[in-house]
C-alpha cells in the first residue's frame, strides 16, 4: 500500500495544476495550510477556483496567492480583511460568489457526503435567492455577471431556497496532528472549515504540525478519519500571524 506522508509541501501539491479548484480550510488566519499554499506560490499554478471562508490577508495565507492574481474566482462568505481582494473584485479582474458562513460550511459537508444539494432557509427573499448579485464587475463598475435565481420551495408552511454542494479537484487543510493514516486532531478554533473542506476536495492534502503513527491518536480523539485524507505533510510547528493584535490600554507591547 502506498504511503500517504510526502516529504515535501512542493512534493504534495505538485499535480494541482492551472484551473484547479481548491477547498481550503481556516478562518482568517487561524488553522489555515499556510505551508501548502506558499507551496502553491512557488509553483506558479494560476486561475485557480477557491472555495474557503474568505481570502487570508493582504500578504498571508490565500492573500499571498490573490496578490499574485493567481486565482480566478472566490466563493466565500467572509471578505473584510483583505484590501487587494476588494480592489481586484470592484475592477472586475476577479470573480466572487458570497453566501452565507453556515450556507458555505454545509456545501462543503454535503459535497463529501456525496450530497448534491439540500434546501435551507437562509437567504429567502434576499438577492441570494433572488439573483442579481454581482459575482464580477466591469472595467467600467458595471455587472458583467450577476447570480441566476434559484428554486425555493415550501416545506410545512416555511420557504426555503435550494443549495448546490461543493466538490473541489483538491482539498488544503491543517492539522495539529495528524498519524500516517490520515486520521487528524486539529487544535480548539482551528477545527472551523478544516474537516468540511477536506471533505470536499476529491484529493485531500494535509499539513500537520505533529505525525505520530497509527494508533497513538486515541480513536475519540479522532476529529477527522484518514477515509477523507490522501496526502500529509509533516511541517511541524508554525508562527502564527494574528490578524488584529488588540491589548490592554496601558500593557506592554
Known amino acids: 500500500m ?12 505538485a499535480d494541482v495544476t492551472d484551473g484547479s479548484s481548491l477547498a481550503v480550510g481556516g478562518f ?14 512557488e509553483a506558479g499554478v494560476t486561475d485557480l477556483e477557491v472555495f474557503s471562508n474568505n481570502c487570508g490577508v493582504d500578504g498571508h ?3 499571498i496567492l490573490l496578490g499574485d492574481k493567481r486565482i480566478r474566482r472566490v466563493t466565500a462568505s467572509y471578505v473584510g480583511e483583505n484590501k487587494e481582494f476588494a480592489r481586484q473584485y470592484l475592477s472586475g479582474e476577479l470573480e466572487v460568489e458570497l453566501t452565507p458562513q453556515g450556507t458555505l460550511a454545509e456545501k462543503l459537508r454535503a ?5 448534491p444539494a439540500f434546501f435551507t ?31 425555493v420551495r415550501e416545506f410545512r408552511g416555511k420557504k426555503y431556497v435550494l443549495e448546490e454542494s461543493i466538490t ?11 498519524d500516517t493514516e490520515g486520521n487528524l486532531v486539529f487544535n480548539k478554533a482551528a477545527m472551523n472549515f478544516n474537516p468540511l473542506a477536506a471533505m470536499a476536495g ?11 503513527e497509527p494508533g497513538e491518536i486515541e480513536p475519540g480523539e479522532v476529529h477527522l478519519p484518514g477515509i477523507f485524507v490522501d496526502r500529509i505533510v509533516h511541517t511541524g510547528a508554525q508562527d502564527k500571524q494574528i490578524e488584529k493584535r488588540t491589548v490592554k490600554a496601558g500593557a506592554a507591547s
Open 2 to 13: 502506498a504511503t500517504k506522508v510526502f516529504r515535501s509541501a512542493v512534493e504534495a501539491v
Open 28 to 41: 482568517g488566519l487561524c488553522g489555515i495550510p499556510d505551508i501548502l499554499i506558499q507551496a502553491l506560490a
Open 61 to 63: 495565507g490565500l492573500g
Open 111 to 115: 459535497g463529501g457526503a456525496g450530497i
Open 121 to 151: 432557509p437562509a437567504g429567502v427573499g434576499t438577492p441570494i435567492a433572488l439573483g442579481g448579485l454581482p459575482w464580477r464587475y466591469d472595467a467600467e463598475g458595471g455587472v458583467a455577471v450577476a447570480s441566476p435565481a434559484k428554486e
Open 168 to 178: 473541489a479537484d483538491f482539498a488544503l487543510v491543517h492539522a495539529l496532528k495528524g
Open 202 to 212: 476529491r484529493v485531500c492534502i494535509a499539513q500537520v504540525e505533529e505525525l505520530v
